[in-house]
């Protein structure tokens, strides 16, 4: 009888992972991606042309094609490429003011509404040429027009965008990021841009934070914090944006199923929470911001924490490296990067044009 009860008991469901077990499977991702971070500041050190960032998303690729990263990683490579990253933007709030930052969005804001403008318009047309389907196009476009994964992430529930449409975007995206780490700086001494005029250019024609901040840093502190509060106000736009794609969801949904009744109509309609298309580091950055406005950070202080924001997104990116996914670029085809890249260029030279001819560089 008592095997018998014993048989009937259920077996007991595994217990959830507690903080302090999350925090140590974070260790060792997080430990390769400083380690790759401190070898990567060395060479900046030695090719300041190049620098720290751009060194560490370099090894980070170079080791992702080489050695699969193995599950043990993972945790600390996502939180490495996404928190600390996002800590490293905060921090970057000391370098300003609440008045400068006013000033840096309002004088980005004709470059900046240009080039979206211009990247979403190009999207929908050359996305139609290609044979790309509607969602897929958005997402690129959002996603070069506005904040890279970020914009992808917050438009694909809005649009109810599948899964495989999402893996090809970013996958797009990350490749055009890389590219720009690499050329923009090349291209700004080329065509010898100032601080001021290479932040703008960086902060409205690169797609994801992180390569904002890693293309701006081997240029110059001045080009960096430009170039993030452009990257910020920009990130904005896919509040106005998600709005815009919400309500077209739903007309396309009651087209495609005009007999339903409103109760399905409602359902199918995407709703949109405009708080949480905010990011906390947008706001976390402007805490910071306004607590350097009334002088409670000394400017002693301020160097080493540049130099601390400048590692932080050197830890971030070389994570970013060891994440490539090069069975996702074989996978998505030629089309998506073929989109990708027009869009990357035709934003580029939209923002060196828009600010030429607005009298910004």
Same mark, same amino acid.
């Given at each position: 009888?008592?095997?018998?009860?014993?048989?009937?008991?259920?077996?007991?469901?595994?217990?959830?992972?507690?903080?302090? !077990?999350?925090?140590?499977?974070?260790?060792?991702?997080?430990?390769?991606?400083?380690?790759?971070?401190?070898?990567?500041?060395?060479? *900046?050190?030695?090719?300041?042309?190049? #620098? #720290?960032?751009?060194?560490?998303?370099?090894?980070?690729?170079?080791?992702? =094609?080489?050695?699969?990263?193995?599950?043990?990683?993972?945790?600390?490579?996502?939180?490495?490429?996404?928190?600390?990253?996002?800590?490293?933007?905060?921090?970057? *709030?000391?370098?300003?003011?609440?008045?400068?930052?006013?000033?840096?969005?309002?004088?980005?804001?004709?470059?900046?509404?240009?080039?979206?403008?211009?990247?979403?318009?190009?999207?929908?047309?050359?996305?139609?040429?290609?044979?790309?389907?509607?969602?897929?196009?958005?997402?690129?476009?959002?996603?070069?027009?506005?904040?890279?994964? !970020?914009?992808?992430?917050?438009?694909?529930?809005?649009?109810?965008?599948?899964?495989?449409?999402?893996?090809?975007?970013?996958?797009?995206?990350?490749?055009?990021?890389?590219?720009?780490?690499?050329?923009?700086?090349?291209?700004?001494?080329?065509?010898?841009?100032?601080?001021?005029?290479?932040?703008?250019?960086?902060? =409205?024609?690169?797609?994801?934070?992180?390569?904002?901040?890693?293309?701006?840093? &081997?240029?110059?502190?001045?080009?960096?914090?430009?170039?993030?509060?452009?990257?910020?106000?920009?990130?904005?736009?896919?509040?106005?944006?998600?709005?815009?794609?919400?309500?077209?969801?739903?007309?396309?949904?009651?087209?495609?199923?005009?007999?339903?009744?409103?109760?399905?109509?409602?359902?199918?309609?995407?709703?949109?929470?405009?708080?949480?298309?905010?990011?906390?580091?947008?706001?976390?950055?402007?805490?910071?911001?306004?607590?350097?406005?009334?002088?409670?950070?000394?400017?002693?202080?301020?160097?080493?924490?540049?130099?601390?924001?400048?590692?932080?997104?050197?830890?971030?990116?070389?994570?970013?490296?060891?994440? &490539?996914?090069?069975? *996702?670029?074989?996978?998505?085809?030629?089309?998506?990067?073929?989109?990708?890249?027009?869009?990357?260029?035709?934003?580029?030279?939209? !923002?060196?044009?828009?600010?030429?001819?607005?009298?910004?560089?």
């Amino acid at each position: 009888m008592e095997t018998m009860r014993a048989s009937t008991v259920e077996p007991a469901t595994p217990p959830t992972p507690g903080v302090a !077990s999350r925090a140590i499977s974070k260790l060792p991702g997080l430990a390769v991606a400083v380690g790759i971070a401190a070898l990567a500041t060395v060479i *900046g050190h030695f090719l300041p042309l190049i #620098g #720290g960032p751009v060194s560490g998303i370099l090894i980070g690729v170079a080791l992702a =094609t080489r050695l699969k990263v193995g599950a043990r990683l993972q945790p600390g490579i996502h939180t490495a490429s996404r928190f600390i990253l996002q800590l490293s933007v905060v921090i970057l *709030g000391s370098q300003l003011s609440l008045a400068q930052i006013a000033k840096v969005g309002l004088e980005s804001l004709p470059v900046m509404l240009g080039t979206l403008v211009v990247c979403l318009a190009a999207a929908w047309m050359i996305g139609r040429w290609l044979g790309i389907t509607g969602d897929l196009r958005t997402l690129i476009g959002v996603g070069t027009g506005i904040c890279g994964a !970020s914009a992808i992430a917050a438009v694909t529930p809005v649009i109810g965008a599948v899964s495989i449409d999402v893996a090809y975007a970013i996958s797009t995206i990350f490749v055009f990021n890389i590219a720009a780490v690499l050329v923009f700086p090349l291209l700004g001494h080329l065509l010898g841009l100032s601080q001021h005029a290479f932040g703008l250019f960086a902060g =409205t024609a690169v797609n994801d934070m992180s390569s904002v901040v890693a293309t701006a840093a &081997t240029y110059g502190a001045a080009a960096t914090n430009f170039a993030v509060v452009v990257k910020l106000v920009r990130t904005l736009m896919i509040i106005p944006v998600a709005l815009v794609l919400a309500a077209w969801a739903g007309r396309r949904i009651t087209r495609q199923a005009p007999a339903a009744t409103d109760v399905a109509v409602a359902r199918g309609r995407r709703r949109v929470n405009v708080f949480r298309l905010v990011p906390w580091f947008l706001i976390g950055f402007l805490v910071i911001a306004a607590i350097n406005s009334i002088g409670l950070i000394p400017d002693a202080a301020q160097p080493p924490l540049n130099a601390v924001s400048v590692f932080l997104i050197t830890v971030a990116l070389s994570a970013i490296g060891l994440s &490539t996914d090069l069975a *996702g670029f074989r996978r998505a085809g030629p089309k998506p990067l073929i989109l990708g890249a027009s869009l990357w260029i035709i934003v580029s030279a939209a !923002s060196l044009g828009l600010q030429f001819a607005t009298g910004l560089n």
